[in-house]
């Protein structure tokens, strides 16, 4: 858009540096081998600073926990953790740019990715051409894994296992299930799970009766939602970030559209869809990679259970974590894990036990594909039911039964 | 049926976009300033009654003259400060500078507000005449902006202050010789362009979510309708506003919505080539 992108490049000069120092690294006589360095581009500022700083929170989080217990073991010394931020203001060429000066200038041994999938595969790039190892712990988009890249993992599960199981589980609840829409954003994640819930739901036998993309920047969805509603179909199955779903589902509602089912992906994942929308979040579903009610043990790393975690982050932030902060968290927990079993932080090392890795972390269990992608595995179904976020999927850690839209 | 909730549905969302615009039209059109600030004025405006709602329990419509009133002070004492200091240079400086400006309260309400989309969650349904829905909250806003257009229109046509505006709009020197305090005109003028955002911005919180993210989308609007309306006349922001809504809205049903917004830019370089001035425009503003 107009605004937007002379907004940042604008803003180059500003470009803020946040070094987090490992409590106690400053002080001692470590060497500069004896620290961990894990480079971060983040987008603090701009449209995903929401998502950037939830990144940067639940790090400093983790920071603070590692280096209270003094370190981390590796071939038999101590060494410190540092992470060293750059905001990139959410422009995707600056990400790349900031992600090699992260491995030029400040020769970070390690790289963690942005959010999303689309500024994912940027950072991607630069980091392959370098030989850094890169952990994704918000993308999830198959585009992002398919080139080949030797030196990336990822800690979300593909977008496809998503889908079928969540088409499968609604015929279940609801057999006469026949016909859906599907309206997705035209981006990187969204269009993929868009893509995804159209095929699986014609695999499932369902009749996809509206298929279209909504450009980034969309400010009605009107035209759209007036087409849904001819269609008439039993499922609204729409994709995008916060404000398109807030905006369509309000639209939904202002022109009349009812549906029994109706998923937004992923907003029940955050709490400021839920704010957001008041009561008309109600009854809306999604797919997630994690939920906290997931009772994961004798897991890897700080945390050796998904409580534990829990309960540390509601006593830091107050707040609820959502699956940004709990993958983010793991991939961390991974990464630590990978310089431990490579006994150093040499990159080719870290990078080949990263491809041996078969954890259970808190978050879950993370065992990385031959594409640098965590296997899939039963990820949430949620719901939204009196203003809280319900379980409904898979039944092991179920907490509610499925409601239908009225 | 379908055709006639399109075009209403496109009519509506005109209206809103209208309201968007006629702010922007009258700076660019009056001062010869591409605002950048724009978008976020609106936003500042949305956050503004958000906040008055969410703590005090005000409704907006009660809430916004204050905000527009609050917005007018801004728009004046930022026109009279810094933007009067290079108003009469080419507009590729003004424009940096607004842009700047905009850069500091994009950013500070980024840090002090956060991104996060938020709404006064005050859904006050929808009417249905023979099959035909409207919901009431975009009636508002429609009736928003006919009203401030059509106040706008009067103000300029009727006040002295209004043709002081035009004057200084239409000959710099002339007016000044005439005793018309050029600069303060430029901040009255600067000020009604922040009011109408604020006014926009207090209707648009409880339509479209309110946040940052938002502020360049609603001054890439703002800058197409200008285009395809016309400048140098209120009207030309209604018209401008009311055509993009519409067609946007007949190109979603029919060619999708991923084509909607590319028809709405169409557009605008289709005008720019066989009619700069726009639809309604007055030449010599193009």
């Known amino acids: 858009m107009l605004g937007r992108s002379w907004k940042f490049t604008a803003n180059a000069i500003g470009v ?5 120092v490992a409590a106690g690294a400053l002080g001692s006589a470590a060497a500069a081998d004896d620290i961990l360095r894990i480079g971060a581009p983040l987008a603090l500022t701009g449209g995903l600073a929401d998502e950037g700083k939830k990144q940067e929170a639940v790090w400093q989080l983790w920071l603070d926990k590692v280096n209270d217990a003094g370190g981390i073991e590796v071939g038999g010394k101590t060494m410190q953790v540092e992470f060293v931020q750059y905001d990139y203001q959410t422009d995707g060429k600056r990400a790349g740019q900031l992600a090699e000066k992260l491995i030029t200038d400040d020769e970070v041994d390690v790289l963690m990715a942005p959010f999303g999938s689309g500024h994912t595969k940027i950072v991607a790039a630069v980091a392959e051409r370098y030989q ?4 994704a712990c918000v993308a999830s988009s198959v585009s992002v894994y398919d080139q080949g890249f030797k030196y990336l993992f990822g800690t979300l599960a593909p977008n496809t296992g998503m889908t079928e ?14 016909k859906v829409a599907v309206y997705g954003r035209d981006d990187v994640f969204p269009k993929a799970m868009a893509t995804a819930l159209a095929n699986s739901a014609s695999a499932a036998g369902l009749e996809v009766v509206y298929d279209q993309l909504y450009s980034v920047g969309t400010m009605d969805h009107s035209a759209a939602v007036s087409a849904i509603k001819a269609a008439e179909p039993d499922w609204v199955y729409m994709t995008g970030y916060t404000q398109d779903l807030i905006l369509g589902r309000k639209q939904m509602e202002d022109l009349g559209v009812t549906a029994p089912i109706v998923t937004m992906v992923t907003g029940p994942a955050y709490r400021e869809f839920t704010e957001g929308l008041g009561d008309l979040a109600e009854g809306v579903t999604s797919s997630t990679w994690w939920h906290h009610a997931t009772a994961y043990t004798d897991a890897i790393g700080p945390w050796t259970s998904t409580a534990a975690f829990y309960a540390d982050f509601v006593e830091a932030f107050g707040i609820d974590p959502d699956y940004v902060h709990g993958s983010c968290a793991a991939a961390a927990d991974v990464l630590v894990h990978a310089v431990q079993q490579a006994g150093s932080t040499d990159s080719q090392a870290v990078r080949d036990a990263l491809a041996e890795t078969e954890v259970l972390t808190f978050y879950g269990p993370i065992d990385f594909g031959e594409n640098g992608m965590n296997q899939g595995r039963d990820m949430p179904i949620i719901q939204v039911q009196d203003e809280e976020i319900k379980v409904l999927y898979p039944a092991a850690i179920a907490g509610a039964q499925m409601k239908l839209v009225d | 049926m379908d055709i006639l909730q399109i075009f209403v549905n496109g009519i509506v969302l005109g ?19 591409i605002n950048m600030l724009h978008g976020s004025f609106i936003i500042l405006g949305g956050y503004l009654t958000f906040f008055a709602w969410f703590y005090l329990g005000l409704n907006p419509i009660l ?35 607004t842009f700047g400006l905009d850069m500091i309260l994009y950013n500070l309400m980024t840090v002090y507000f956060t991104a996060t989309p938020r709404r ?8 249905d005449l ?3 829905v409207m919901p009431v909250d975009r009636l508002l806003g429609m009736g928003l902006a006919l009203l401030l257009t059509a106040l706008l229109y009067l103000v300029m046509r009727g006040s002295t202050i209004g043709r002081a505006i035009v004057a200084v709009r239409m000959d710099r020197q002339a007016a000044a010789l005439m005793g018309i305090r050029v600069n303060r005109i430029y901040a009255v003028t600067f000020g009604i362009g922040a009011l109408m955002a604020g006014a926009a911005g207090a209707v648009f919180a409880m339509v479209f979510p309110v946040t940052t993210n938002l502020t360049g989308v609603f001054l890439g609007k703002a800058f197409v309708i200008c285009v395809i309306g016309g400048l140098g006349s209120v009207p030309g922001a209604l018209v401008g506003g009311l055509a993009l809504g519409v067609i946007e809205s007949f190109a979603g049903f029919y060619l999708g919505p991923q084509h909607a917004i590319t028809v709405g830019f169409l557009l605008m370089l289709i005008l720019l080539v066989v009619r700069p001035t726009g639809l309604v425009g007055v030449k010599g503003y193009e």
């Open chain 1, 132 to 135: 850094v190892p890169l952990l």
């Open chain 2, 15 to 33: 209206a809103l976009y209208a309201c968007i615009a006629v702010g922007f039209s009258l700076v660019w059109g009056v001062l010869n300033v």
């Open chain 2, 130 to 132: 023979a099959g035909i």
């Open chain 2, 120 to 127: 006064v969650t005050l859904d006050l349904g929808s009417i």
């Open chain 2, 63 to 97: 809430v916004l003259p204050a905000v527009a009133l609050l917005l007018y002070i801004l728009g004046f004492a930022l026109q009279y400060l810094f933007i009067n200091k290079v108003v009469t240079a080419p507009v590729l400086t003004t424009l940096t500078l």
């Open chain 1, 165 to 178: 199981s969540m088409t499968a589980y609604f015929k279940e609840q609801m057999p006469e299930l026949e």
């Open chain 1, 16 to 20: 803020s540096t946040i070094a987090l």
